[in-house]
């Protein structure tokens, strides 16, 4: 077991310095480091995900519906009310947390794909009152101008590298989060659950009450992500919202790994990355692009994170039957004798 945590500390502290040192070297590339920081935030939202699905086993087709909520929440605050960003920020994940937990004492009195079913409405009726309320919203004119988190003076988080670090502080909180969520007894509750709910409810677990929690807490993250995303594009509009941008998340976390820490983080950058890559063929992407994550999904079914874990444990199993092998030889020939 400590090996096990070891190697994965390992992998988790690989892939920090990687993010760390990422902007130094790509010194006078914004457009790049743009990039890097949309990936980010889809991270995070991706981390709210792994909880509901990953962890619970609940997959909800509402994600990018709550990622809408909080970049229009943002949004419109600022823009319209004058809000300052970090006032709005905070409306924007109250207002996710609530709205999440209301919706969720009603999805989660269904089931597997009826619930799935059923969070794909309320996600679609979230971007319809999103794309069509123009008098509050803008309607499909979006919102534009939307400030950068205020520095007070310290900061200038207009600089690319800065805004940078700051959504990689979140997303460095959202990991340990997860990771601490999956060390507790709260993630071994989750993972009964998402195992069966009927024997988890006949050891004693509030199965309902636990399912609510973590869908409030799904859609927080995904709250989160969007107030930071509105702050890194500047100008939104509904289609932040859409039902596509919840199967573009899924796909970061089928791709990165369901259920584990680093996940996450890497389906984001990678399919992100790839998307940008065959920008130029926007029509034609996903013909190129299905074939490798069905291939992905039947050779790697737990993602990149989850195939390189099982590939560790192999070689680790392989490596102590190795080691056993020679004292059990000696042991047959004592006996022998």
């Known amino acids: 077991m400590t090996a096990r945590i070891s190697i994965q500390h390992v992998g988790m502290a690989l892939v920090a310095i990687a993010l ?32 509901i699905l990953g962890l619970t086993g609940q997959l909800s ?13 943002v949004g419109l605050l600022t823009t319209d009310h ?24 009603v999805a989660l009195r269904t089931r597997q794909e009826y619930f799935a079913i059923f969070t ?10 999103l794309s069509r309320w123009e008098s509050v919203t803008h309607g499909m004119s979006g919102i534009s101008g939307i400030p950068f988190p205020e520095g007070f003076g310290i900061i200038d988080f207009s600089e690319p590298i800065a805004m940078y670090f700051l959504v990689l502080l979140f997303l460095a909180g959202a990991a340990y989060i997860t990771y601490a969520i999956r060390r507790s007894g ?22 309902g009450l636990n399912k609510q929690l973590a869908f409030a807490a799904s859609t927080t993250f995904a709250g989160v992500a969007g107030g930071l995303f509105a702050a890194v594009q500047g100008f939104v509009g509904p289609s932040s919202a859409s039902v596509n941008l919840t199967f573009e998340l899924l796909m970061f976390i089928l791709v990165g790994g ?42 790697a079914p737990r993602g990149i994170v989850g195939y390189l874990n099982a590939y560790v444990a192999r070689r680790r199993a392989k490596r102590a039957r190795r080691q056993m092998a020679p004292q059990a030889a000696a042991s047959e020939t004592k006996e022998v004798s």
């Open 186 to 207: 709260v993630g071994r509750t989750l993972i009964a659950i998402r195992t069966s709910e009927d024997l988890a409810n006949s050891i004693g677990v509030n199965v």
């Open 120 to 129: 794909m409405a309320v996600g679609f009726i979230i971007f319809l009152i």
């Open 20 to 51: 760390v040192i990422a902007p130094f070297a790509l010194a006078g590339q914004d457009y790049v480091l743009r990039l890097l920081t949309m990936a980010a935030t889809y991270a995070i939202a991706v981390y709210g995900f792994n909880i």
């Open 61 to 73: 087709l509402a994600h990018g519906g709550f990622f809408g909520i909080g970049i229009y929440v």
């Open 258 to 299: 369901l259920g584990t820490v680093m996940g996450p983080i890497v389906g984001s950058f990678v399919v992100t990355f790839l998307f940008e890559t065959f920008q130029d063929f926007q029509s034609y992407r996903f013909i190129v692009l299905g074939p490798v994550i069905i291939a992905l999904v039947i050779f």
């Open 82 to 105: 004058g809000w300052s960003f970090w006032s709005a920020f905070l409306a924007a994940i109250i207002v996710t947390a609530v709205t999440g937990f209301a919706c969720g004492v």
